[in-house]
């Protein structure tokens, strides 16, 4: 999937992002639209393996490598990036100079048999690449692993909404539907804050009939009196819906925000909900983004 809005982003912006050096609200939509665009991914990527590059060669200077290495190599799997980065560049410069040493060489030197060259440059060859697959394996399993505590989190969380639901048909007596109108609300749907890199989104599936979509918003914070959400359609990057004033629940040691969205403005396709506190005084604050995807 890609988006239309992705070229708006130049390459210095891209490199302010990977060091850190943005605002975290323009943080947070980079992080979204590397999830749904692809042309944003590969751009991300080719401007990641640039910087990468001048680093190794020693071309940055200032605060491009201070934040460099005080933000970008805080990440085990970029310091995996850079030390391939590294060999490489170790490989390249042995080669250069085993040429330029032949070059300069007397005549009778070149009596070295072309094979041992050879064999020693694929030696090279066969080191770089077991470097490139050792750390690639790493990432992988790193990154297996993080899916894997995220799909626990998920199972967890699904359990106690379904414990929720049961709860709530027992409780609640069955109210017989009107002859003139039937009306499906769509089963609640608990969204945990949205983090760099997380995992699959999560899905809600609404039926033909239903007039609303209710979600709980997990809290991280809850040291306010009110809260406001927005809805917004990260195919257009436009806001669709805004919450009135809400208010914190309670259970347990959960804390979160019902927020309930009319059925009939969500499309099959990415969503995402930002969630802005009203404090008692001062400027309201953006808490935490809630991504989600609806299949009808």
Known sequence: MSSPHWTQYDEQLVVQYLLGAIPEEEATRLDELALVSDEFAERLRAVEYDLVDAYVKGELSGEVLGRFQLHYLTSPARREKV????SLLAWSNRTSEIS???ALSPRRQWFIPALAFAAAACLVLACGYLLYENSRLRIQMTQTQRDHERLELRERTLERQIAEQRLAT?????????PLKSTVNAIALILLPQTRGAGPI???VLSPTADRAEF??????????????????LAINRVLWRSGNLKEESQGDSRR?????PADLLKPRNYNIELTAIPSAGARELLNSYAFRVVR
């Open 83 to 86: 030390k391939f980065a590294e």
């Open 100 to 102: 330029a040493r032949s």
């Open 170 to 178: 027992a409780t609640v007596p069955e109210k017989p539907a009107s």
């Open 202 to 204: 999560p899905t809600i």
């Open 216 to 233: 709980r918003l997990e809290l991280e914070s809850a040291d306010f009196t009110g809260f406001q959400a927005e809805l917004k359609d």
């Open 257 to 261: 925000v019902r927020v309930s969205v």
